[in-house]
């Protein structure tokens, strides 16, 4: 059985870049590669972004929370080929139940206990042999290190920390890492830290300089990406019509092309730290 290379995309905060940072990432990775996005958390960002007007339909299939319960889960393709705009694109998504994994986060330590829970997805051979099918899995992380952090770092080979910019975006960053060395003693799996992106970077805004002082005192040089993801309107536009970045403007101009299509030299900062 093939075994995929899985990153988790995990920060204990909120509001980062999470979801938008998974989805570009992940949209670049499947121009050469079967890539799959698993959207493990209650808000169910992925899917809310490129399917908004069908999200109720996707929420009633077999989502992650199916596979939460030992059940039959169905991966979805995420674009027809009018929407590839000739792009051969192999993004598929694993999408979430904003109900059942609310209910599933009390439910599930009450029911199996904090041991089996953090390894229970881990343990689903369905599961598993869903994942076979493809090269790159990218886990989109809900805020926090509850039990579906948890599970994903289990089932992770790889961690990404997005990371936007600002004193209060730094705070628990080292909560975060001293967790998965918790887990790697725990669990016995090992996940590799493959280092922080920072996202939404605003040259104009004060006190960057003391952001990255602060950052450097947290991460080693290796540890931080070399490729920064700016702040751009282009990208809220992306959002908004529900894809990612290069299906949405298939960089027309130079401009775009060589500032804003970050998202292909982190993919071969991925590849080079795996």
């Known amino acids: 059985m093939k075994k995929p290379k899985i990153i988790s995309m995990v920060n204990n905060k909120g509001g980062v870049g999470k979801t938008f940072l998974t989805l570009n990432i992940a949209s670049s990775f499947a121009d050469d590669y079967k890539t799959l996005i698993i959207d493990n958390e209650a808000q169910n960002n992925v899917a809310t972004t490129l399917f908004s007007e069908f ?4 929420e009633g299939g077999k989502t992650i929370a199916e596979a939460y319960e030992g059940k039959d889960c169905e991966i979805i393709k995420v674009f027809d080929d009018e929407k590839t705009k000739g792009f051969n694109k192999q993004l598929f998504l694993l999408p979430s139940n904003r109900e ?3 209910r599933f986060e009390i439910e599930l330590p009450a029911k199996f206990g904090n041991d089996k829970c ?3 997805l881990k343990l689903n051979e369905f599961l598993r042999e869903k994942l076979s099918e493809f090269d790159f899995v990218f886990i989109d992380c809900p805020p926090g290190l509850n039990v579906f952090t948890y599970n994903a770092l289990n089932l992770s080979d790889y961690v ?3 990371l936007k910019p600002g004193k209060n975006e730094l705070i628990g960053v080292e909560n975060l890492l001293n967790t998965l060395d918790d887990i790697q003693k725990e669990s016995g799996h090992k996940v590799k ?8 970077y605003d040259e104009s805004k004060k006190l960057m300089g003391q952001f990255f002082d602060a950052l450097d005192s947290i991460f080693s040089e290796e540890m931080i990406f070399n490729n920064i993801v700016p702040y751009s309107i282009f990208y809220e536009r992306s959002t908004w019509e529900g894809l990612p970045f290069d299906l949405k403007f298939n960089f027309t101009t130079e401009k775009l092309d060589t500032k804003y299509n970050v998202f292909k030299r982190i993919k071969k900062e991925i590849l080079d730290k795996i």
């Open 100 to 102: 059942k994994m609310k």
């Open 118 to 120: 953090k390894v229970l």
């Open 193 to 200: 830290l493959l280092g922080t992106i920072i996202n939404q």
């Open 55 to 58: 999200i109720d339909i996707i």
């Open 160 to 162: 990404i920390i997005p």
